[in-house]
Each structure stands twice: as C-alpha cells, then as structure tokens.
C-alpha cells in the first residue's frame, strides 16, 4: 500500500466531518502526535499518527503550493 504524502501547513480532508461540519483540518504540528486544526470552528485536536494515517483521505491544499489570489 502506498504511503500518503502530507506536510506541516497542508489542509487535509478526514474520512469523518469534524462535528462543526467542516471537513477541511489543516496539520499545525507533527512528530509522534500530529495536531490538526478545524478550518471551520478552529479546534485543535491531537492524534496519534497511526490514527491519523488511518483516518486521512486527502490532502486538499498543500502548503508547498503558491497561494492564489
């Protein structure tokens, strides 16, 4: 299986909806635990990498990519 490729500053979707109704978390901190953070209610939760890795489905924006405006 394909490891998925995320970076501190992405905004990534879950496989659940955070209970404000927002699917986008943006990761704010990663080592053991990664944070991540509603883009909608602005939660922070902590999670257990393998956690995460199991509950992540997709990174929609990556911080690596220019900011269009």
């Given at each position: 299986m394909e490891r998925k490729i995320y970076d501190l500053g992405d905004i990534v979707q879950m496989k659940k909806p955070h209970p404000c109704g927002s699917n986008?978390?943006?990761?704010?901190?990663?080592?053991?635990?990664i944070r991540i953070k509603c883009v909608g209610c602005k939660h922070s939760v902590l999670v257990p990498r393998a956690k995460f890795e199991k509950n992540?489905?997709?990174v929609l924006r990556s911080s690596k990519e220019p900011q269009s405006e």
């Open positions: 986008e978390m943006e990761i704010i901190r990663m080592g053991m635990d992540f489905k997709k």
